[in-house]
C-alpha cells in the first residue's frame, strides 16, 4: 500500500525494506558441427540487504542433434539460484484466525471423521510472520528430449525432466501445520507412513501448535493459537515425463481438421523438510494432494466462416481423506463454436463443463463438498456468448 503498511497487520504497524540486486549474464550458441549445436550461458546475482552480500553464479549448457532432418534430440542441464520474495522477508507479525478449521489430533484421538468431529468447523487465531534468515533457494535441472517431425501436419514432443531444489522457501499454512501435529503425535500419517516424533519437521510442527494444557479447567488441549512463518526446506525432487503431439489434415470440402494431445506424468517426487529428516514420497503418499499424471487434447475442425473445438481434460487421482485408497480419476470437457461475420468481427459461444460433471465423491471424510477443494474447481456447466471486433 501507499501509506507503507500491510493489510491485516497489528494495528496497522508499517512495514518494508530496501534490497538492492545486481546481475549480469552471458549467452553463446555454438555450431558445433553441421547437425550439432551447443548452447552455454552463465549469469551472476547479487542481493544486498541490510549489510548483507548474498551472490551466487549460475550457469546453463545444452546441445542440440538433429541426426535427419524430421528429427531433433536436445539435452541441457542448468544451475538456478533466487534470493526469497521481499515480503518473506520483511513483513511485520500478522494475527487473524481460520475459519472452518479442523483439529486433526482431537478428530483422529477420539476415532472421528473429520466430516463428522467434534473438532471441526473451529476459528483458530493464527500468527503469522517474516523470516528474515530466510536463504536463498538453489536448484539443477537436467532435461532430455526429442521433437519428431515427418511432415508439416505431423510433430510429436517428449521431454524428461530431472528437477533438483535446496533450501526450498515453503509457506506453511494452518492446515498442513495441524496435520504434521496429528501426524507426529501418532507416530504415523492417515495414509499409514511412518512419523518420529523426535525428527526435525515433528518438533517444528509442535512448537508451532500452541494448546491449553491437558490438566487445564476449562478446555483442555484446546488449539489457542498457530504459528505461521516462511522456511527453508532441505531438499525437494521432481522428475518426470511430458508428451505433446500435434496432427492437422485437410479434408477438402469437408474443411480443415487439427488435434493435440497432452500428457504429463511425475515419476518421482521426494520432499524432505529439514536436513536428517526421513524422505517422503510425494508422489505415491496417500497423504499427499498431487496429481501424478494428466492427459489433455483437443479436436478443432473448421469449414468456412465456422470453427468448432472440442477440449478435454483428465485429472489422475488422488488419496481419500481417511488414507483407505485413491479417488477415481476425473474427466470434463468444454466445447466452442466460432462464426466470422467478417474480417473485423467473430461471434462466438464457449461452453465449459459441458456435462455438468462434479468431481469424484470422496465420501471416507473432510465433509461437504466431498472433494479436495483445493485441487477441483465447484462450477458446473457454464456458457455465454463472446463477440470480437478488431478496429483497424
Known sequence: MATGEFWNTSAGIPAGGERDRYAAG????????????A??????????????????????????????????????????????????VFA????????????????????????????????????SGANPQLQPETAR??????????????????????????????????????????????????????????SAQCQDALRRVIRNPADAAVQPNQVVRV????INAA??????????????????????????????????????????DAIQDQRNSLDSYQWRSRINGSVTWAINDWTA?????????????????????????????YRRLNDNATLGLIVNNLRDSRPPADRNGGGWPFYPVGNYDPYGRQLWLEFDYRFL
Request: charged fraction near 25%; aromatic fraction near 12%; include cysteine.
Open 235 to 276: 531438499a525437494e525432487s521432481v522428475r518426470g515425463v511430458d508428451l505433446k503431439a500435434n496432427l492437422r489434415w485437410d479434408a477438402g470440402r469437408y474443411g480443415r481438421f487439427s488435434s493435440r494431445l497432452a500428457y504429463s506424468l511425475v515419476i518421482d517426487h521426494d520432499y524432505r523438510q529439514f536436513d536428517g
Open 309 to 337: 473445438t472440442l477440449y478435454g481434460m483428465r485429472y489422475g487421482s488422488l488419496p481419500k481423506t481417511d488414507g483407505s485408497g485413491r479417488i477415481a480419476p476425473y474427466m470434463t470437457y468444454n466445447a466452442s463454436l
Open 141 to 198: 535441472s537436467y532435461g532430455l528430449g526429442a521433437v519428431w517431425s515427418p511432415s508439416a501436419n505431423l510433430d510429436v514432443t517428449v521431454d524428461y525432466y530431472d528437477i533438483r531444489i535446496e533450501d526450498e522457501v515453503t509457506n506453511l499454512d494452518s492446515t498442513r501445520i495441524l496435520k504434521d501435529e496429528a501426524d507426529c503425535r501418532l507416530g504415523q500419517t492417515v495414509g499409514g507412513d511412518a512419523r518420529d516424533i523426535a
Open 92 to 127: 511485520t507479525e500478522t494475527r487473524g484466525y481460520n475459519p472452518g478449521m479442523t483439529d486433526y489430533w482431537r478428530c483422529r484421538t477420539a476415532g472421528q471423521a473429520y466430516d463428522d468431529c467434534d473438532y471441526s468447523g473451529l476459528a483458530i487465531d493464527y500468527t
Open 39 to 88: 548452447t552455454v550461458a552463465g549469469r551472476y546475482d547479487q542481493y544486498r540487504a541490510a549489510g548483507d552480500h548474498i551472490g551466487k553464479a549460475t550457469w546453463s549448457a545444452g546441445l542440440e542433434f538433429r541426426p535427419v532432418d524430421t528429427l531433433l534430440l536436445r539435452a541441457s542441464a542448468a544451475s538456478s539460484f533466487r534470493a526469497p520474495d521481499m515480503n518473506y
Open 26 to 37: 552471458v549467452e553463446l550458441q555454438l555450431p558445433l558441427l553441421e547437425r550439432l549445436t
Open 227 to 230: 504459528l505461521i512463518n516462511p
